[in-house]
């Protein structure tokens, strides 16, 4: 029996903002022009048939921790390497998180200041959270997930009912065909954000009411795709579906086009804390995974200091290949896919699947 627990509710939240938190800031994708709600929901039916996956290999090996079902599916060897591909798999996109959230902040809020202005005081706070454990995570999560639906239906509202949304920008569908459609999926749309659930093969063990979560898991991820198609229908209906993409922050840019009797604007300051929010908890999630991994690995008990060296190295790796936004992106868009996400979300689990699922049909 694990001595940590979190709830189906606590679960779904810090799902629901995993997925959304930085994914509607800086990670819109309009490839597809006007088809792209059709990609993002091909993609989210992708999220919840993978993430099922990722419960049946946990759910078969009776709700084994992470590393002993590693050793379960390839061996205590190559089960300790597996470990540490992984913590550093969490690290890094941790990394890659926080830099989101370190760019937007020198872009928007804070123009030509230094990265480290955000990210440390950033990953300080993270830091403190994950020293308390996955409970205060978890009980975050849910608070954050009221006042940021609050936050994101007030921009909704505010956006589709101003001058500048243009209802005619959003057709017509399927005008291209389905090649945009289909580069748009894959590779980036398969991996970001839903891919990145891999990371609850850490969690899932954690779960104190291990019956119902089957049923409700879909929850946070059909609100997710829903809330993504929503914005980017927004931006689209704003900016045009042929110049949302030019821009880095195409949610920002759009709210920061409305305004009302020029009087109301500056909306842009709220995409902020759906960052801030969304943010913390997906680098709070990553780095607590990592812990989690590297503790069972080498049998060790959780000690704050470990923490601190997990926040160092989240940071140096924030400084690998990021000199600025553009590159930041080249690399999460076009070489992470392919040589980081594909392996891990994919490759292994399944190979962890084939050998979890013959393993318990033996036994059975």
């Known amino acids: 029996m694990n001595k940590v627990s979190m709830s189906t509710l606590e679960l779904c939240s810090m799902m629901l903002l995993f997925l959304t938190g930085s994914t509607i800031v800086v990670g819109l994708n309009f490839a597809a022009m006007e088809d792209s709600i059709l990609a993002v929901s091909i993609e989210m039916v992708f999220g919840i048939i993978l993430f099922y996956f990722y419960l049946l290999i946990v759910k078969k090996s009776s709700w084994k921790e992470f590393v002993p079902l590693l050793e379960m599916g390839f061996g205590s060897f190559l089960a300790k390497i597996m470990a540490i591909i992984f913590s550093f798999y969490f690290l890094y996109i941790a990394a890659r998180v926080t830099n989101d959230f370190a760019f937007f902040t020198t872009q928007i809020l804070y123009p030509d200041a230094p990265n ?16 308390l454990g996955i409970e205060s995570i978890a009980r975050s999560a849910v608070i954050m997930t009221f006042f940021s639906f609050v936050i994101l239906v007030g921009l909704w509202l505010l956006g589709f009912f101003s001058e ?18 289909k580069s748009m999926i894959f590779p980036t749309g398969l991996t970001f954000p839903y891919g990145e659930l891999v990371v609850f093969l850490v969690l ?10 089957h049923k409700v898991v879909w929850i946070p991820i059909v609100t997710a795709g829903f809330i993504i198609m929503i914005t980017m229908e927004l931006v689209i209906g704003i900016l045009h579906a042929p110049f949302a993409n ?13 305004t009302y009797l020029d009087v109301i604007e500056h909306m842009e300051i709220f995409t902020y804390l759906l960052l801030l929010g969304g943010g913390f908890i997906k680098v709070s999630v990553f780095i607590y995974a990592a812990r989690v991994v590297l503790t069972q690995l ?16 989240v940071y140096l790796f924030s400084l690998h290949r ?10 999460g868009l076009k070489l992470v896919p392919y040589y980081l996400h594909i392996p891990i979300q994919f490759i292994l689990p399944f190979l962890l699947g084939l050998v979890v699922f013959w393993k318990t049909r033996k036994r059975s």
């Not at 080498?298 to 190295?313: A, E, P, Q, R, T």
């Open 246 to 258: 030019t821009y880095y922050f195409p949610f920002v840019k759009a709210m920061e086009l409305v």
């Open 116 to 131: 480290w202005i955000a990210t440390i005081p950033f990953l300080l706070v993270v830091g403190y959270c994950v020293m």
């Open 164 to 181: 500048e949304f243009q209802a005619r920008y959003l057709l017509p569908l399927f005008s291209h065909g389905w090649k945009p459609i």
């Open 204 to 213: 899932l063990p954690f779960i104190a009411n291990r019956e119902k979560i």
């Open 298 to 313: 080498f049998d060790i008990k959780h000690k704050n200091w470990h923490v601190l060296v997990l926040m160092g190295s």
């Open 322 to 331: 990021s000199g600025d936004i553009a590159e930041h992106l080249y690399v």
